[in-house]
């Protein structure tokens, strides 16, 4: 049985546990029934049995039961002796309690006596401590101005504005509030309320312009007068002209102090952007990085030096958890003091009213500490006149010809007078001059500060709208509303006027002023009507107002107007009391920018231009998404205005009147050399026609505003073409003044003969060559072909030729000067920026009917003509004097010592103007100008035997001298295929020679030689009459039996 598994059975007798085992659990029931094991026994047939098992189980259970009580007798003596122990302490308490009751009975008779005598007693030491607490109170409460002003000293505020708070609820609990020895202290405690908010403004404004001990910058400007004025980075030296990352996130906070608000990390420092990240850094300055990182994070959440005096409490908790930068956290502290003082629109409407002062001071302030430590640099340096690589980043292939156009080449031709004379600016405005550089310089370092005053400014917006979100932050916490602190219900805004918008506005407003002080621009005054300008701010419409026109005749529009603030009684009165009187008005004598920058002026508008569109993409990246619009119509949409109306038209102007100047002065198309060589690079020397040469340099000039303007750099595409177009015209114009109703111009415009000619193996070196391949059998029958329709021209008279060299001197000039423009407009070309390319791309012909390749396609095709009419021109000039040996007798009467009066006139012509265009063309162009010679004068002198009545030995041997002196004049030309000539010439003797030999001699050389010269040339040399030789009257049929075979 279970249950009697727990009794005491000693080890010898653990039989019986078996026993106990054997026994039914029915005999064991709370009810235990006996009727079903009586009737069992009667009914059973072995009755004794049954009743044996009973008998010997009854035994086993007595057996148990005495080892039980033999094993717990002992704890049952023990119990029993502890029960009548009790029984025995209860006895003598109740009698203990008879005589207290006794006792309290006799008391209470006693006390009866007395009790409004200790009644009395009673009230007077309840009064007494009353009263030395509220001594204790006093002492403590008179110590707290001293307190407190220790805490101001040591910039302890919001320990001090805690200690103010409590001190203040003292003195407004019960017993205090009449106690006259406190009127004092009350008095000092308002009068520090002031000097605390004073401190907290001060501190708060000098943190909003990076001026703070914990600001994120410390601006150089600010530092001591001995120092040098620079710009250092404190907290954010990795901000550079990277955009900062966007606050976009909404401070949520669920207590009064916006813990959540403090703890998300809202406001994060700047982040590192294009440019910043930095190749090759070592496994070293990685592992320093992470560690700086570790320490910097570990830092972040220490209790901040300006809350070390503080009492604990959910702010303090929250600032310490928090990953926000130092200068956040300084900020958000502020904040909160002023949160906690009521102060929020009495603050707002200070810095309101200081916010363009300031800004105007900073921005002058820069500029002065710009112009110090340029001087500085200037003074330590000997390069002073070298200009920084700031600026432009000038098309690829600009910077070397543009720096011919302002420094003095090897060869000693000044380059800078043509440039001078048609650009309309100069050295210093153009792209990447002095004056760009240091205006894009200037306006870079003075919008990095504006932009890291702005992040401070969206830190307090931000804070300032999720408190007034919260509560009523113009209500001292912790203290009952008091109409003295808060004396204007109608305030329209908590804030005193200050939201994001504002700082956004005034500071976009000032950069404006500057910028147009910087391009000598008329900036729209602002409007005195308060009203007015709250409407124009409402309605987002910048107002036009013309004023008058500066000296350079410009009229600029376009103003920024700051909201106008509505100052409570409150801050004016603020402003009134002192705190204002240190703020001075913004001057509106300018910002000083001329004594920094070398010259000011409309074209500074291209240096502008880009620091303006990176300082409104950092400032877009700042902004909550909510505040998202208002940079629509901020500073950038101002500068592109300005580009659009004023600087691209006038723009056009000038460089239209300037390439005017180019190609119509006396000078633009007179070929002029300065060595007697030609030189490739026009640094050394290569004589570019100056009109040409301004025209490029020009062109590259626009090109480098619209790298500098790449929003506007289709319009300024479009402006090239059109000067480019002109300038094309004008070098048509120029041509056809030296072909015109010439030979050779005409000879050139048929198509079998251009077509001859593009098959020629020479016009490989032709600029605008179709770059396809000619085997040497067709080149060599295009050359043939060609020289044969030049000798089946009619009789040439000299008025078909070019006879003044200064014409031919002007192509040979012009071709090269063309090639040199359109080699420079396929590099400007390719180096246009991609959307200006992309726009005239998907623009239909009749808006944009070419752009830059097809110019520079076209100013090849000139050149290449210019060159064509140049070979063609020899070439007729070779069959012009060479036609005088047709129709006359070579019957000489002795050797002959001088060629011909014909040659040695081609010859001295040849030599005249190859001289004469050699400091023009390359050595290429002079072989293709003058390769042309001898092919056309071999077949003019073996084609003039067919003409030519009778020849003798004296005449052969004029011809072949005839052929040493032209031969002789060629080999003096430079990079002339000497073999070629002498191959032609060599030809022509042999030709001539054959007319020494008797008929049957001539008839064997003949059938050995068929094919060095066509049947119509040995034709030729049976038909004229030699005299001495005898000449059989079937000398053709001879022959054409020989040529048959």
Known sequence: MGIFNDLPVPSDKTYLREELARIDESW?????????????????????????????????????????????????????????????????????????????????????????????????????????????????????????????????????????????????????????????????????????????????????????????????????????????????????????????????????????????????????????SFDGHDEEDSVEHDEASADSKFLAHQLPPWLSDSTPDEFIEAVRKSDDPLHVKYLQTLVECLCMLGKVAAAGAIICQKLRPTIHEIIISKIKAHMETRNLSKSGSSQSDRTGAVGLHIIKGQSEAYRLS????????????????????????????????????????????????????????????????????????????????????????????????????????????????????????????????????????????????????????????????????????????????????????????????????????????????????????????????LVNDGLLTFTENFVKDHLLPTMFVDYRKGVQQAISSAAAFRPRAHTSTYTPTVEKGRPILQGLLAIDLLAKEVLGWAQAMPKFATDLVKYVQTFLERTFERCRTSYMEAVLEKLSYRLIGRHDIERLMRLDAASACLPSSLGHSVSHSEAVGSGVELNDLFLSLPSIKQDNLIRDDNKLILLASLSDSLEYVADSIERLGQAVPRAASQDSNSRNQATSPRNLASFADEYRKLATDCLKVLRVEMQLETVFHLQEMTNREYLEDEDAEEPDDFVISLTSQITRRDEGMAPFISGEKRNYVFGGICGTAASASTKALSDMRSINLFGVQQICRNTIALEQAMAAIPYIDGESVQQNLDRVRTYFELLNMPFEALLAFIAEHDQMFTPTEYSNLLKVNVPGRDTPPDAQHRLSEILSH
């Open 406 to 629: 302002k420094e003095k080449p090897q060869n000693g031709m000044p380059n800078s007078g043509s440039h001078l004379a048609v650009s309309p600016v100069s050295p210093l405005m153009a792209p990447g001059g002095k004056a760009q550089a240091a205006a894009k310089d200037l306006l870079d370092s003075i919008l990095d500060t504006i932009v890291k005053i702005f992040e401070n400014h969206v830190v307090i917006g931000e804070l300032l709208e999720l408190k007034a979100s919260q509560h009523d932050i113009n209500t001292p916490k912790s203290l009952p509303t008091d109409v003295n602190w808060n004396t204007d219900p109608e305030a329209s805004q908590v804030t005193g006027g200050y939201t994001i918008s504002l700082p956004l506005t005034v500071l976009q407003s000032e950069c404006q002023q500057l910028i147009c002080e910087i391009l000598r621009a008329t900036p729209e005054t602002a409007s005195a009507d308060a009203a007015a300008q709250t409407a124009k701010l409402a309605k987002k419409a910048p107002k036009k107002d013309k004023r008058g026109a500066p000296e350079d005749g410009l009229t600029f529009t376009f103003r920024f107007t700051d909201a106008t603030v509505s100052l409570s009684n409150q801050g004016a009165d603020l402003i009134r009391q002192g705190w204002g009187k240190r703020a001075s008005n913004a001057s509106q004598e300018g910002y000083g920018s001329a004594a920094v920058l070398p010259e000011q002026g409309i074209y500074l508008a291209a240096s502008i231009y880009r620091p303006v569109l990176q300082f409104t993409d950092k400032i877009t990246s700042m902004l909550p998404k909510k505040h998202s619009q």
């Open 28 to 276: 064991a029931v709370a009810r235990f029934d006996s009727l079903p094991h009586v009737v069992h026994i009667l009914t059973s047939k072995d009755r004794e049995a049954d009743i044996h098992i009973l008998r010997e189980q009854s035994d086993v259970v007595e057996e148990v039961v005495d080892e039980v009580v033999h094993a717990y007798h002992g704890g049952f003596n023990k119990a029993i002796q502890n029960y009548s122990q009790i029984l025995r302490l209860f006895r003598e308490s109740t009698e203990k309690l008879g005589d207290l009751k006794h006792d309290l009975a006799d008391a209470k008779k006693s006390l009866g006596t007395r009790n409004k005598q200790l009644h009395q007693l009673w009230y007077r030491s309840v009064t007494l401590r009353h009263i030395i607490s509220v001594l204790d109170q006093i002492e403590s409460i008179s110590k707290v101005p001293s307190r407190i002003e220790k805490l101001i000293a040591d910039k302890q505020f919001y320990a001090a504005i805690q200690v103010y708070l409590q001190s203040s609820l003292m003195l407004e609990r019960e017993g205090l509030q009449t106690v006259g020895a406190l009127q004092d202290v009350r008095s000092e405690l308002s009068k520090l309320r002031g000097s605390l908010f004073f401190k907290i403004l001060d501190d708060l404004h000098a943190h909003l312009y990076n001026r703070g001990e914990y600001s994120s910058v410390a601006s150089g400007i600010y530092e001591r007068d001995d120092e040098v004025p620079t710009t250092t980075a404190v907290a954010a030296s990795r901000m550079g002209s990277q955009p900062l990352s966007r606050r976009t996130r909404t401070l949520k906070g669920d207590s009064q102090f916006g813990v959540r608000g403090l703890t998300n990390g809202s406001h994060r420092s700047a982040s590192i952007e294009e440019g910043s």
